[in-house]
């Protein structure tokens, strides 16, 4: 997936610098899906973080990440192409750059971590496989990697909806597609490619890792009783969001 803004001369992370400020205030309103559904579904996933490495790619401003850190994480470390970071707190490293490629990354080069996180941003790396093979090759020995997508089915819907055209038409499309995010902000476009669970799925095998654990977090009872417009719009069009606990396949482990 990519991202700009019109006349943007290709620096990805021009419009990330717009965009993740659109996101971050987003994401701090009460009504937030990231605070009512995801973050409390993938803090359940992680689990107890106290004495571990965590790496989170694509960061954003850092927040979740030093959320963890001040949970326990012995080695906390986010890494996002946007540059738009909180205050650092003294026992957390964020770094601007590039996700494709963690090894590449100045500092991470040899590093282990027992948690990697793409949440939401897998979808932004040049060379997905290539990606997780990186991130593979940086667990620990019991280390995983969290990841989480939006469901394809959504897209699917939003395009149909928006073209005319029939869901089916458009799950299976192979066409880039571009939208703005009006959430966020209006005067960024969005370009991304299309998968299919199908797609997701074999880019995992690909990379040689196995799902241990797959999750479809929706609004709690509580939640949907305080905002019931949100519940309502999340029923009608968003689906759901996926998330998968991934280890590496037998004869493909961590640190090789």
Known sequence: MAAQTSGASGDASRPWQTLSAGFEQARARADSLDRLVEWPAQRELLGDVT?????????????????????????????????????TPPDVELIQADLSDLAAVP????????????????????DPVRALQVARSMLTDDGFILLTRTQPIRYALER????????????????????????????????????????LLNTFSTAGLWIEKAVEPQMSPEAAERFPEKYASMNKRLVGILMFKLRPLPGCGAGH
């Open 107 to 126: 500092g991470l080069s040899g590093r282990r971590f027992d948690r990697i996180l793409f949440l939401q941003s897998f979808g932004y790396a040049t």
């Open 51 to 87: 004495g571990l490495a965590v790496l989170d790619a694509g960061c954003g401003n850092g927040a979740k990440v030093a959320q963890l850190a001040g949970e326990g994480a012995s080695v906390a470390v986010g890494v996002d192409i946007s540059g738009n970071f909180i205050e």
């Open 160 to 199: 149909a909806e928006q073209n005319g055209t029939t869901v089916g038409e458009e799950y299976f499309s192979t066409e880039r597609f571009s939208y703005k995010h009006r959430n966020w902000d209006d005067q960024v476009t969005l370009t991304k490619r299309p998968y299919t669970m199908s797609d």
